[in-house]
C-alpha cells in the first residue's frame, strides 16, 4: 500500500510500512531523490529564521542539511550516531526513536562544538513524530553551547503537526492495517 502526497510542489508515492499490527506509517526516504531534496530545502529555507549553521542527526535528514546548507551558503554539522575515532572530547546524548528498535547515541566531537558554540543554529530533520530525537538534538546543542533558533522538518508526522515549536511543509498521516487514515 502507498500514500500518495504533494511535499515542495512534487508528487511523492510513500510505501506504508507495519509499526504495530494497528499502525502504519508512511516511509519518507529523501535519499537518491535528488529533486524533492533541492525543492524541499528552498521552502524550508524561505520560512527560516536567520541563524548561522544548521545540525541533523546523522539520519535520512543529511541530503536536506547539505542542501539548506549549499543553497543559503552556511555549514550545517550531524550529530553522530556513535563516536570516529578522529572525535576529540566527545559529549554524547542517547535517544530512542520510532524509526529504530534500539537506544541510539548522537555525539559531537570538539571540531563540531566549536562551529555550534555561541551560534544561531537551525535544527533540522526530515520528518519528525514523537520528538525524541529533536528533543535529543536540543539537549546536545544546548549542551555544546548553541542557540538554537529554530527546528525544521519537510513533515510533521501525527501529533507533531499540532506542535508549536517545529516549521513544518506538510503534515504526515498515520495509517491503520487496511491503509485508512488513522483519526
Known amino acids: 500500500m502507498d500514500y500518495v502526497m504533494n511535499i515542495a ?4 508515492s510513500l510505501h506504508l510500512c507495519k509499526v504495530t499490527d494497528d499502525l502504519y506509517i508512511a516511509g ?3 535519499f537518491n531523490d535528488v529533486e524533492l531534496t533541492i525543492a524541499v530545502a528552498r521552502d524550508l529555507l524561505a520560512k527560516a529564521p536567520d ?3 544548521i545540525v541533523t542527526a546523522e539520519s535520512k535528514g543529511i541530503p536536506l542539511a547539505y542542501e539548506m546548507s549549499r543553497q543559503s551558503g552556511k555549514p550545517y554539522i550531524v550529530a553522530r550516531k556513535g563516536g570516529k575515532l578522529y572525535m576529540q572530547d566527545i559529549v554524547s546524548i ?3 526513536s520510532i524509526t529504530t528498535d534500539h537506544l541510539q547515541v548522537l555525539c559531537l566531537g570538539k571540531d563540531e562544538r566549536d562551529v555550534i558554540f555561541g551560534k544561531r543554529v537551525l535544527i533540522v530533520d526530515d520528518v519528525i513524530s514523537t520528538g525524541s530525537s529533536l528533543e535529543t538534538l536540543e ?3 544546548d549542551e555544546v553551547g548553541g542557540d538554537i533558533v529554530g527546528k525544521m522538518t519537510v513533515l510533521a508526522e501525527g501529533n507533531a503537526a499540532e506542535r508549536d515549536d517545529i516549521i513544518f511543509l506538510e ?3 498515520l495509517f491503520n492495517s487496511d491503509g485508512s487514515i488513522k483519526l
Do not use: T
Open 171 to 173: 503534515v504526515l498521516p
Open 94 to 96: 542517547s535517544v530512542n
Open 9 to 12: 510542489g512534487l508528487d511523492r
Open 28 to 30: 519518507f526516504i529523501m
Open 51 to 53: 541563524f548561522d549553521v
Open 139 to 141: 539537549k546536545l546543542v
